[in-house]
């Protein structure tokens, strides 16, 4: 049994480096066989006569962002069909870049997609493996203010400082925004299924997230985590003259161990990195 969940990490960590090179790709204009699924949702969901917070998470807007779906039990777990028996977790998931091929074509994936965009999670289908948190996450909660950048891939909690990449992280719109403890979403992941893949790309605050997992972080078996390298947000970038180190170093302590890094320039500028990472404590792969 080792050999064949060792065997599934390793499968996995190809189809993240796959859908990191897929996701260059498609920056460059090329066509995804997908995009005709995301449609901005026009239907009429009538009138919300939940409770105002549902474990936790403000409930109509949850309500909403799954297309009148509930997605959560009386025990406060989420809700998945009885085929899926594994999770991934989509953290700055956009419009599902990095999770949407494997979730339509797998039955068993369950997908955790948290993204504060309405301009994005309105647009994603109604599947029910699929579940929208239309929030952001941090080390510490409470409301905040969102920067919808000029491109919205640069969105982020931070502001964005002027320079080089202002055409691409120029502030065009904020908005305030519910910040929780990615820990409190993972709670919420029904013990049974194992989480394979937690997934972070929220343009400087990755490392926040993390933490943000406390000891939750040990269930997961793989991390595909973006490592900002140049100073494109206010407190990140310049900070340190070794940002992955930070991460290696926390990660470490949890277990994890670096085991792929994709490099990415930007206007020619070594701007930011996307880094794999693997749990080697056995403790995530046991589930």
Known sequence: MAGNRQWRVCVLSLSLIAASAFLAYRLSGHSDP?????????????????????NGLPGELLWRAN??????????KFVFPETVKRVWIDVGANMLQKTRAELFTSES??????????????????VDRLVAIPLALDENEGTAIFHVASNNLWSSLSESLPGRYESESRTVREFPVEVLRLERIMQMIPEHLPIELLKVDVQGKDLE???????????????????????????????????????????????????????????????????????????????
């Open 209 to 287: 997230v993390l933490k943000s997992a406390g000891n939750h972080l040990r269930r997961v078996q793989l991390l595909d985590v973006e490592v900002v390298i140049d100073a494109i947000y206010e407190g990140d970038g310049g900070d340190s003259i070794a940002p992955k180190e930070r991460f290696d170093s926390y990660l470490a302590r949890y277990g994890f161990v670096s085991t792929n890094t994709i490099g990415y320039a930007v206007f020619g500028e070594k701007t930011y990195l996307d880094v794999t990472y693997q749990n080697k404590t056995g403790a995530a792969m046991a589930q």
């Open 109 to 126: 994936l369950g997908v955790i997609a948290v993204e504060p965009l309405p301009d994005c999670w309105n647009s994603w289908p109604d």
């Open 34 to 54: 997908y995009d005709h699924l995301f449609v901005e949702f026009s239907g009429d969901l009538g009138t919300y006569t939940g409770p105002e917070r549902v």
């Open 67 to 76: 297309k009148g779906r509930m997605v959560t039990d009386d025990e406060g």
